[in-house]
């Protein structure tokens, strides 16, 4: 076989890993995010001050260590003992924080629930946004070595792999802080909003065009059963967006859940009544003509955009105004609920209609991507909460990404935050993920991937993902 067989058969045929390991292993950024906001919390009760003076590298190697490097290690060396080192971090942050609490009490629960937050934007949401692009962005290059175990990597057809929630999440966070969600109302001509939005896309169309076209004249591997033998994550992206705003100017962004259930729900009969499942299925039709040469990436577009439909409600939702600490709380509190529901719908979805296919897009997918999305971002809510309680507590204002209850501290927070890598990939998202993924494609020309050691494996792409940050640092 080629090298480019082989390739493609190492990501091909898997069949990912339980729903239980998956969501144990999304408590793991939430941890990675108190743990940097206790570590200066501490910094500040030894120093009386925060590093704000230090050199720009400094902060970036402190959340580089911190959020990143933690993710890299437990997706590779540490992935079979996922359930021991999140149980172990989770247990060391708790005796910190009850040191913390314990050494300097200024604050009661109940004081700390009616005090008011200031924001420029909602921390949780930028912090889910963040992460499930940095997380992306070290699964396209982990899956191709050995080192990444293969339950992590996208299914074939059925099962929950880290990377098929990755997918969807991605779609998930569009949704989440879409201009609809955020209370932007369309001004002026429907059909002008509409054509706007045709030509903001073409950014994603050049680049889907370019990813082809590279793919094609190097011979670079590909999973052709992910999308198709020339679609790509870039034309579903551009698609989705227009189809979207194209159903938001029809049905107000507070009834989009109803868009959600209905696509999903009409889509998951046709896959099971019109044989439309089989024809996705079948791989040896494909030189046929474009539609069965891409029926994957075409046909999952409808499940994107459920998916997609379902960040704009939950956006709604969350970009509400608030001001209080306690409508905060009530805030996370019912996305944990909704969480738990929608994870009780897919157990009977799963039981009931067919396992969850990313290939597909069916209901059990976008069930299983909102679900998983909600969890994400409810427990990054509730990390976010307990950070401001300590900074209350201690007295420490100044943690970047993160909510602000003394207004009179916001000149100093907005300079915390101007040396904060979070901030400075939620500024450069997409120049972020190109970056991910040219060092990917440069990786795999000129790196033997398969061959690699575990060791070579996590230091290159511990390397990888440092410059990753640099670059965006820089750039910001």
């Known amino acids: 076989m080629s090298q480019k067989e082989?390739?493609?058969?190492?990501?091909?045929?898997?069949?990912?890993?339980?729903?239980?390991?998956?969501?144990?292993?999304?408590?793991?950024?939430p941890l990675c995010i108190l743990n940097r906001g206790l570590i200066l919390i501490l910094y500040?009760?030894?120093?009386?001050?925060?590093?704000?003076?230090?050199?720009?590298?400094?902060?970036?190697?402190?959340?580089?260590?911190?959020?990143?490097?933690?993710?890299v290690l437990s997706c590779t060396i540490l992935s079979d003992h996922l359930l021991q080192v999140v149980l172990s971090f989770a247990f060391v942050l708790l005796c910190v924080l009850c040191h913390i609490y314990s050494s300097n009490r200024q604050t009661s629960l109940s004081n700390f629930f009616n005090r008011t937050v200031h924001?420029?934007?909602?921390?949780?949401?930028?912090?889910?946004?963040?992460?499930?692009?940095?997380?992306?962005?070290?699964?396209?290059l982990a899956v191709d070595f050995r080192v990444f175990p293969r339950r992590y990597a996208k299914t074939e057809t059925y099962g929950t792999g880290v990377m098929d929630f990755g997918v969807g999440a991605f779609i998930f966070a569009n949704g989440l802080v879409c201009p609809e969600a955020r209370g932007k109302s369309v001004y002026g001509s429907k059909m002008k909003y509409i054509c706007k939005h045709l030509l903001s896309v073409w950014p994603l169309v050049v680049l889907g065009v370019a990813r082809l076209f590279f793919v094609k004249l190097r011979d670079y591997q590909e999973h052709v059963t992910e999308y198709g033998v020339h679609w790509n994550f870039f034309f579903t992206l551009a698609i989705v967006r227009v189809a979207t705003k194209m159903l938001l100017v029809v049905v107000p962004a507070k009834h989009s859940w109803i868009l959600a259930l209905v696509i999903s729900c009409v889509y998951q009969f046709a896959l099971d009544i019109t044989g439309l499942k089989a024809f996705i299925?079948?791989?040896?039709?494909?030189?046929?003509?474009?539609?069965?040469?891409?029926?994957e990436g075409i046909f999952s577009i409808a499940g994107y955009v459920a998916i997609y439909m379902a960040g704009v409600q939950i956006g709604c939702y969350i970009m509400q105004p608030r001001s209080l600490v306690r409508d905060w709380v009530k805030v996370v509190f019912n996305l944990l609920m909704g969480t738990f529901a929608l994870f009780a719908a897919l157990y009977m979805c799963q039981t009931f209609v067919e396992p969850v296919s990313r290939r597909l897009a069916n209901l059990p997918f976008c069930l299983w991507s909102v679900a998983l999305s909600l969890l994400f971002t409810s427990s990054i809510g509730l990390i976010d909460l307990i950070v401001l309680f300590s900074?209350?507590?201690?007295?420490?204002?100044?943690?970047?990404s993160s909510w602000n209850s003394y207004s009179g501290t916001q000149q100093k927070k907005d300079e915390a935050d101007s040396l904060c890598f979070i901030q400075a990939v939620n500024r450069n998202q997409m120049l972020f993920f190109l970056v991910a993924n040219l060092f990917t494609i440069l990786t795999n020309c000129f790196v033997d991937t398969l061959g690699s050691s575990s060791l070579f494996s996590v230091c290159f792409l511990l390397l990888y993902m440092f410059v990753n940050c640099l670059v965006i640092h820089r750039c910001w």
């Open 6 to 29: 082989l390739k493609e058969a190492f990501v091909s045929n898997l069949n990912g890993t339980s729903l239980e390991e998956v969501v144990v292993g999304s408590f793991l950024t």
């Open 44 to 71: 500040h009760q030894a120093k009386g001050n925060l590093p704000l003076p230090f050199p720009r590298i400094s902060h970036l190697l402190l959340d580089y260590s911190v959020l990143v490097l933690p993710l």
């Open 119 to 140: 924001f420029k934007q909602v921390p949780f949401v930028t912090i889910f946004r963040v992460m499930v692009n940095v997380q992306t962005a070290i699964s396209i």
């Open 281 to 295: 299925m079948h791989n040896n039709d494909r030189e046929k003509d474009f539609l069965h040469a891409n029926k």
């Open 391 to 400: 900074k209350t507590t201690s007295g420490c204002h100044f943690v970047p």
